[in-house]
């Protein structure tokens, strides 16, 4: 369920509207590859999955509704909660998944 300030919208893929002119500048050729390493949509969908469930999690410890956060709050964990994960990848993390992850593929419909 996704919450009613954030909107898929926010996280939309640039790289599709933006075209070359016949000049290419250093300039705009870099421009070029910023936007083409814009995250898939698939990364966008899993962010916008996360700050919705961040903006209605609840459990023991934490209750959104009770913390009456905002989009910037919300905004902010979802944030440091992707810079933690960044500092504690670990190898056997990536194996694990990259196995499920191939092993998910060749499954049949």
């Not at 903006?55 to 410890?61: A, P």
């Amino acid at each position: 369920m996704q919450s009613s300030f954030f909107t898929p919208t926010s996280l939309t893929r640039r790289s599709g509207s933006y075209r070359f002119g016949e000049k290419h500048s250093v300039f705009t050729k870099a421009m070029h590859q910023e936007l083409e390493s814009v995250p898939s949509q698939h990364i966008d969908a899993a962010i916008c999955d996360l700050v919705a469930k961040i903006s209605n999690f609840s459990d023991d410890h934490f209750d959104a509704n009770w913390m009456h956060l905002t989009e910037p709050e919300i905004e902010a964990l979802a944030i440091a909660l992707i810079q933690h994960w960044t500092e504690q990848l670990e190898g056997r993390l990536l194996g694990g998944l990259l196995l499920a992850i191939r092993e998910k593929a060749h499954i049949p419909d």
